[in-house]
């Protein structure tokens, strides 16, 4: 049976690519603010430093909209150019797969882990433009969800390089990290790079993607062993948890149990006190 050829169903749904409506609608949004901060810059440099950008001076006198404004500055046209370059090509696959909604809280909640980041990290003089800080829990993100995905492209005379997700993502936060120690004075943007990256990391494991951290690994292994001991019989209990736990009393007392021995105690309660099943 031959299927070049044959006419699509009429009732079959055309396919169309997905939209990247968030994406589009936050590099748009990028491109209006920095283009009004130029403006404004131009005219008014005081005011975007003083009054828009983060800084503990203006967390000091209740400038609450910092919060809000500084979270797309741009340091420059080059920062500028960059971010939008890296989050549009990375992004348009992030948003594919964890749909527009995901896509954009992704984003915010950089931005202001961002934020809280170069409140914890950087002296109290510096002031913060913290765009970056979204880029950076995208690529992370996108890091994390595809780690082994080789990212290729040839830049004019320089050969076809290749370059592991991970790596991109653990190359970010290399960066942010050793600007965070070395430039720490006047106008940032860089410190928002570590809050963003650590924001996009945690969102992706929270959505399920990436490999179990270790505090994951310890709540799987508790929570199987858990599961286990509820799934013994009382005579099987006994002979493996509470037996061991009677002898220890017997040679060191009450007094020596660990806090994992008491509660098997407690669990051999439980257990008499259930009705048969």
Not at 42 to 59: C, M, T
Not at 64 to 89: E, N, P, R
Request: positive net charge; glycine residues 10%.
């Amino acid at each position: 049976m031959r299927l070049s050829g044959r006419k699509a169903s009429s009732h079959a749904p055309r396919w169309t690519p997905r939209q990247r409506v968030a994406l589009l609608s936050l590099i748009g949004v990028n491109f209006a603010v920095f283009v009004a901060q130029q403006i404004l810059q131009a005219y008014q440099p005081a005011v975007v430093v003083d009054y828009l950008g983060l800084s503990y001076r203006g967390i000091d006198r209740a400038y609450a909209w910092q919060f809000f404004s500084a979270m797309f500055l741009q340091a420059g046209a080059f920062s500028f150019a960059g971010s939008m370059i890296v989050l549009y090509f990375i992004g348009r696959d992030v948003e594919s797969i964890l749909g527009q909604k995901h896509f954009f809280y992704l984003y915010l909640f950089g931005l202001a882990g961002g934020e809280v980041g170069h409140l914890f990290l950087m002296p109290a003089t510096t002031v913060l433009f913290a765009a970056p800080g979204g880029v950076a829990a995208v690529v992370v993100a996108f890091a994390t969800i595809l780690p082994d995905l080789e990212l290729t492209q040839s830049l004019f005379f320089i050969p076809t390089a290749k370059l592991k997700a991970k790596y991109l993502g653990s190359a970010l936060f290399a960066i942010g990290l050793l600007l965070v120690v070395f430039d720490r004075q006047g106008v940032v943007s860089h410190s928002a790079l570590l809050g963003g990256a650590a924001v996009g990391w945690l969102y992706a494991h929270l959505l399920g993607f990436g490999r179990p951290s270790f505090a994951q690994r310890i709540l799987r292994r508790r929570r199987m062993e858990g599961e286990r001991r509820r799934q013994m019989s009382l005579d099987e209990f006994i002979a493996e948890e509470i037996d061991p736990v009677l002898e220890k009393i017997s040679r060191s007392g009450f007094g020596s149990l660990t806090w994992r021995e008491r509660r098997a105690l407690a669990e051999a309660r439980e257990k008499m006190t259930e009705p048969p099943q």
